[in-house]
């Protein structure tokens, strides 16, 4: 299946400051790209729809402000946390669209665990 | 109501049982349907993709769809200690739509 990938797997940061994770398609071209964001026990929660070249679609209920959301490349999305809270501590994993047997669907990265101090 | 209803279990089974893992949906428009696996602290992975109603089998996985009753089933033969995971049903309803999940199924079995 389709590889994606995502850095870093795991980050601690003090409150305030601002991460940025990526999300790589790479074996594959993917003209959008999802951002979720899973609390434990929980299923995924979709953020924000990305779409290379354009601004990303949010969730309702999404900051837009807070989540920054850039599409650059048809391989590559990132996600900045701005000025992160311990609120934002979460599992964000991302997903990219791809075609598969005929159709298409999304194959996911293998996360990134946020912890705010 | 949700759109997709998945019993969260815990499901615990002996190693070698047959696990049946399902969801019901309510949008009748949902054409798509998926089955993936999280193993914890991991981002899940795809491991059936049908379109429409039917059986599809890879190996000891077998899903069914059932679009008349609007019910979709993950079948596993010979379970394994290592499928011991979260299983996640989404669907979607056109080509371009987003994924809608069920709630996940946590899965244990025992060796």
């Known amino acids: 299946g389709a590889v994606v990938s995502q850095h870093p797997s795991w980050v601690i940061c003090k409150s305030g400051t601002s991460v940025k994770i990526e999300c790589r398609s790479l074996d594959f071209q993917a003209t959008t790209m999802f951002w979720y964001r899973q609390f434990p026990k929980q299923s995924l929660m979709l953020m924000a729809t990305?779409?290379?070249?354009?601004?990303?679609?949010?969730e309702q209920g999404v900051e837009k402000d807070k989540f920054l959301i850039n599409h650059a490349s048809l391989t590559l999305s990132t996600l900045t946390v701005t000025s992160a809270h311990p609120e934002d501590s979460s599992f964000y994993i991302c997903?990219?669209?791809?075609?598969?047997?005929?159709?298409?669907?999304?194959?996911f990265g293998p996360g990134t665990r946020l912890l705010v101090l | 109501q949700k759109e997709v209803e998945q019993d969260p279990g815990p499901l615990s089974v002996p190693e070698g049982a047959i696990v049946s893992l399902n969801c019901t949906y309510s949008?009748?428009?949902?054409?798509?349907f998926m089955w993936y696996r999280q193993y914890s602290r991991k981002g899940p992975e795809l491991l059936m993709y049908t379109y429409s109603s039917g059986n599809k089998e890879d190996g000891r996985f077998t899903a069914q769809v059932d679009k008349s009753s609007k019910y979709i089933s993950l079948f596993i033969r010979d379970s394994q200690p290592s499928d011991s995971a979260t299983y996640l049903c989404a669907m979607r309803r056109t080509s371009g739509s987003r994924l809608t999940f069920g709630e996940g199924t946590q899965l244990t079995v025992n060796p």
């Open positions: 990305s779409n290379e070249g354009s601004k990303a679609t949010y």
């Open positions: 949008n009748s428009a949902f054409q798509y």
């Open positions: 997903s990219a669209r791809a075609l598969a047997g005929g159709g298409e669907t999304q194959y």
